[in-house]
């Protein structure tokens, strides 16, 4: 037990890290909005390379960085193995911290070659990040017998890290063939973010707190449904770029993957248990995260009526997906999970309202930006200025949390979380 416990609190570094990184995306988009001298609204092929080199940037750094903490922090416990090495987490951490630099770096430059060949570079980076966590997934697959509650979503994230990396590589180097753009944001968006999501939320609702909200003998044909539908998504994509399909699919198979991941769990469980007389607790930054899939979905499709503005080429649910509803259940879990190594009474544990509901604002004045064509191309810019307001005092409160709870907690931290120790001894 102790090889398995003595890894754990490793999370603190990497939960750390990725606010700072998060913080420093929040200025760099704030500066690309107002000072960016780069002209994107008036070159959509330069649109296209910053929207997809950002995505890349948000999902492969401070997101992936929390999700590895969790991991690093968790598996060794649940899958009853030794710790990881610890050379493996800080060499995830520098390539992909350095990969970061090379980005932001590139961005403020002003100077589009070199940002091109800097941008570059930071993402060959971040791709080598996350190869360097394949070992560690291997261990985890060997052991996936013991997978329970969450099943293939259990250890399946990990190999898709290998093919993650190579497809955004990939879609990098044959930018000029047009639609590799498209397909390397559709990946990250319709496959990797989707996973992520969807083991978070089982690794929540199924394992930490029991609830049962999936059948695990359904999980494989689950997990299939979300591949399939991934690349579907991916190769229309691909398809939309030349021309062949109308913006119409795409916007329908896109509420098709979100509303999968909605109903990988039971939605009526989990409103059940989460809400009224037979509510129990849990995270409720888990439970909004989740409950903006189908709301996401309706944006997503709206377009099909109300026409499609904004912005040439950006799929704005794609952001609504990765900032809001992917952040939010990620971010809800590793804070769930600190508070359980601070052994912290669940019904008691805080849900920070205030800082729902600025994202909240942000993600309906993001929504509005992106999708009214006369907000960015005929420069009104109050929508943007209030959006960017709110995010980046959300972002800098919540970052705060994080560094303040990690670094300097009010209470004992325990080696061994709550919930943790009894997989142990069901294990043993």
């Known amino acids: 037990m102790e090889n398995r416990k003595q890894f754990a609190g490793s999370y603190l570094e990497l939960f750390t890290s990725s606010m700072f990184f998060f913080?420093?995306?929040?200025?760099?988009?704030?500066?690309?909005t107002f000072f960016s001298p780069y002209e994107l609204f008036e070159?959509?092929?330069?649109?296209?390379?910053?929207?997809?080199?950002?995505i890349v940037l948000f999902a492969l750094g401070p997101l992936m960085g929390i999700l590895a903490g969790i991991a690093f922090d968790t598996l060794p416990l649940v899958y009853n193995i030794p710790s990881f090495e610890k050379t493996t987490m800080r060499h995830f951490l520098q390539l992909n911290g350095i990969g970061q630099l090379f980005i932001h770096v590139g961005i403020y430059t002003g100077k589009w070659s070199l940002f091109v060949e800097l941008a570059g570079i930071g993402i060959i980076l971040m791709c080598l990040a996350l190869l360097t966590l394949t070992s560690s997934a291997m261990d985890i697959v060997k052991q996936k017998s013991k997978s329970g509650e969450v099943g293939?979503?259990?250890?399946?994230?990990?190999?898709?890290?290998?093919?993650?990396?190579?497809?955004?590589?990939?879609?990098?180097?044959?930018?000029?063939?047009?639609?590799?753009?498209?397909?390397?944001?559709?990946f990250i968006v319709a496959i990797f973010c989707t996973m992520m999501m969807s083991t978070t939320l089982l690794s929540h609702f199924n394992r930490r707190l029991g609830w049962k909200a999936t059948n695990s003998s359904t999980l494989t044909v689950r997990f299939l449904t979300l591949l399939v539908l991934g690349f579907?998504?991916?190769?229309?994509?691909?398809?939309?770029?030349?021309?062949?399909?109308?913006?119409?699919?795409?916007?329908?198979?896109?509420?098709?993957?979100?509303?999968n991941v909605f109903f990988m769990m039971n939605p009526l469980k989990v409103?059940?248990?989460?809400?009224?007389?037979?509510?129990?607790?849990?995270?409720?930054?888990?439970?909004?995260?989740?409950?903006?899939?189908?709301?996401?979905?309706?944006?997503?499709?709206?377009?099909?009526?109300?026409?499609?503005?904004?912005?040439?080429n950006i799929q704005p649910t794609h952001w609504l997906l990765i900032a809001y509803s992917c952040f939010f259940i990620v971010c809800g879990f590793a804070i769930y999970l600190h508070q359980d190594h601070l052994h912290s009474s669940p019904s008691s544990r805080a849900t920070h309202w205030h800082l729902v509901f600025m994202f909240l604002a942000s993600?309906?004045?993001?929504?509005?930006?992106l999708y009214d064509d006369a907000v960015l191309l005929n420069k009104e810019y109050m929508p943007v200025y209030t959006w960017i307001a709110i995010q980046s005092v959300a972002s800098i409160l919540l970052a705060v949390l994080f560094i303040r709870d990690t670094l300097f907690p009010a209470?004992?931290?325990h080696r061994m979380p709550m919930f943790y120790d009894?997989?142990?001894?069901n294990n043993d």
Request: proline share 3%.
């Open 43 to 54: 070159n959509e092929d330069r649109l296209s390379v910053m929207n997809f080199v950002l």
């Open 411 to 413: 209470d004992n931290w």
């Open 232 to 259: 579907g998504y991916v190769l229309i994509s691909f398809l939309r770029a030349r021309g062949i399909v109308s913006e119409d699919l795409i916007d329908v198979w896109f509420t098709l993957v979100m509303m």
């Open 363 to 369: 993600g309906a004045l993001m929504t509005w930006t």
């Open 422 to 425: 009894r997989l142990i001894e």
């Open 152 to 186: 293939v979503f259990s250890y399946a994230p990990g190999l898709v890290l290998v093919i993650c990396a190579s497809f955004i590589a990939i879609s990098w180097f044959s930018r000029e063939i047009t639609g590799m753009i498209e397909v390397g944001v559709a």
């Open 271 to 312: 409103i059940r248990f989460s809400i009224g007389n037979y509510s129990k607790p849990h995270s409720r930054f888990v439970l909004i995260g989740y409950l903006l899939l189908p709301l996401l979905s309706l944006v997503s499709v709206a377009p099909i009526w109300t026409g499609h503005g904004g912005l040439a």
């Open 23 to 32: 913080i420093g995306l929040t200025f760099l988009l704030s500066w690309l």
